[in-house]
């Protein structure tokens, strides 16, 4: 029922997302905040608006995991990552997150994603020919936006040199441009620390720290989702080369960014474990997603793919609710 009604092309299928993440999500309303200290500058302002309200950090929470489904499904449509358009990454998204974490949700990574996804967005809509500098500078804004809430981020920088190295001939400006808007953006922000007054902030003790409160032990049923989703990573990797084999060149290029994003998120992903002891949900949610995604997507066995699906639906509401 779900994969079948996410695989379909309609857009109005979206409307079943803020059900599915409020169901998810609502005890995170309730979950006292991660109030993370010391942290980026964008998000310790955001961490002073929201104050120690357990409540508005929840809901904040619970909107951007909605925003981050939809965002993701339309960058998969527009950038023909998928062998047909559906919506099914915004199904999985949300169940990524929620059979990982637990407890409190917004957090720096959380809160940095959706600028990730806009500049992946402004780079994938290049093509070979045409003005790039003006797109390549707006997505090295987003990644240093990105990176004033959780600093990893800035390291995506070489996705979007590995993007343009595969969809476009070499223009040497065309790789300094993306570093130069991430430069603008933390030159802009020391300013407004120094002329504030504000000088403490060291951007290296950020990254300790920054993936809230570990949850307990869940036991089996991490045993249960590393065998869902190992399964479902098996499947949808097949299907990817399959698809990426039978695709034109551009598709194919546009594909393996996304296997760069991937790789440099699973960077990021492993040094935040050697560092913090934990990772936070949203960095494996993307990739994982688009796997599950990839392993449902055709109609044949559709009771198997609805099984799977119903299967991780339930490993997430017990790691939510249990």
């Known amino acids: 029922m779900l994969a079948g009604l996410f695989r379909s092309n309609r857009p109005a299928v979206l409307l079943a997302v803020p059900v599915l993440v409020a169901l998810l999500f609502a005890p995170a309303v309730v979950a006292p905040p991660f109030l993370h200290a010391p942290a980026m500058p964008l998000y310790a302002l955001l961490q002073g608006a929201l104050g120690d309200h357990g409540w508005a950090h929840g809901l904040l929470g619970i909107l951007l995991v909605m925003l981050l489904a939809v965002q993701a499904a339309f960058l998969v449509n527009a950038t023909d990552q998928m062998d047909r358009p559906n919506y099914l990454v915004a199904l999985f998204i949300p169940l990524v997150i929620a059979a990982f974490e637990q407890g409190a949700l917004l957090g720096p990574a959380l809160v940095g994603m959706p600028f990730v996804l806009l500049a992946l967005r402004r780079t994938w809509s290049l093509t070979n020919v045409g003005e790039a500098l003006a797109p390549l500078f707006d997505a090295g804004l987003c990644i240093g936006l990105a990176a004033l809430f959780h600093l990893p981020y800035a390291f995506l920088i070489v996705v979007l040199w590995v ?56 036991g089996p049923q991490r ?35 996304f296997v760069g994003f991937a790789a440099a998120l699973g960077v990021i992903t492993l040094l935040q474990y050697l560092l913090d002891g934990g990772v936070p949900a949203v ?25 799977a699906v119903f299967a991780l639906v339930v490993l997430a509401l017990w790691r939510q609710w249990g």
């Not at 479902?232 to 194919?252: D, I």
């Not at 960095?283 to 099984?307: H, K, T």
Request: include cysteine; charge should be positive; glycine fraction near 12%.
């Open 163 to 218: 993007s343009v190295s595969l969809i476009r001939p070499f223009q040497w400006r065309e790789y300094v441009v993306p570093f130069l808007g991430t430069a603008v953006i933390f030159f802009l922000s020391w300013g407004v620390l120094r002329l504030s007054g504000q000088m403490t902030w060291r951007p290296l003790l950020t990254i300790t720290g920054s993936t809230g409160p570990l949850g307990p032990d869940p």
């Open 223 to 257: 045993v249960f989702v590393y065998l869902l989703l190992g399964g479902w990573l098996v499947v949808g990797g097949l299907s990817f080369l399959s698809g990426y084999a039978r695709g034109v060149m551009r598709r194919k290029n546009l594909r393996a960014s």
């Open 283 to 307: 960095l494996m949610a993307f990739p994982l997603g688009l796997a599950c995604a990839y392993a449902v997507q055709g109609d044949r066995r559709s009771w198997l793919s609805e099984a």
